[in-house]
C-alpha cells in the first residue's frame, strides 16, 4: 500500500491522468505477489481428494484380486483388509481435501480483502489529491 500512496504523491504536480495512471502501474507491479501462490492450494486439495479415490479403487482391486484367488477360510479377513486400505485412502484424501479447500477459501478472502483495499486506497489518494490541486487552484 505504500508503494500505491508513494507512486500517487511523486505525480502530485502532474495531471491528473498522469496521478491516477501511476498509482495502478503500482496496483499492478503489487497484485501479482497477493494472488501468485493461493491457487496452489486448492490445485493441491484437488489432488489430494483425487489421491483418496485412486487409493480406494486399488485396495478394492487387491481386495478383490486376493479373495479370488484365496481359500475360503481366508476370503472374509483378506475382502476386510483390502476394504479397510480403501476406506483408509478415502478417508485420508476426503480430510486433506477438506483442510486444502478450506484453507484455500480463508486465503481466497484474504486476498479479496487485500485488493478491495488497494482499490479503496488508490480511490482516497486521487480524491485526496484532486481536491488539494482544486483548493490550490481556487
Given at each position: 500500500m505504500d508503494e500505491l500512496v508513494k507512486a500517487g504523491l511523486m505525480k502530485v504536480n502532474r495531471p491528473d491522468s498522469e496521478v491516477q495512471a501511476a498509482m495502478d502501474e503500482a496496483a499492478l507491479r503489487e497484485l501479482p505477489k497477493i494472488e501468485s501462490r493461493t491457487p496452489y492450494?486448492?490445485?493441491?486439495?484437488?489432488l489430494a481428494m483425487l489421491c483418496g479415490l485412486f487409493g480406494t479403487v486399488t485396495g478394492l482391486i487387491a481386495a478383490f484380486g486376493a479373495v479370488a484367488n484365496a481359500d475360503a477360510a481366508s476370503r472374509a479377513t483378506m475382502l476386510a483388509r483390502g476394504i479397510s486400505e480403501a476406506?483408509?485412502?478415502t478417508a485420508f484424501g476426503l480430510f486433506?481435501?477438506?483442510?486444502g479447500l478450506a484453507s484455500f477459501a480463508y486465503l481466497n478472502g484474504r486476498t479479496q480483502n487485500a485488493l478491495d483495499d488497494i482499490a479503496e486506497v488508490k480511490k482516497n489518494v486521487s480524491n485526496l489529491l484532486f481536491q488539494a490541486k482544486a483548493a490550490l487552484r481556487g
Open positions: 492450494l486448492a490445485l493441491l486439495a484437488n476406506m483408509n485412502c486433506t481435501g477438506i483442510l
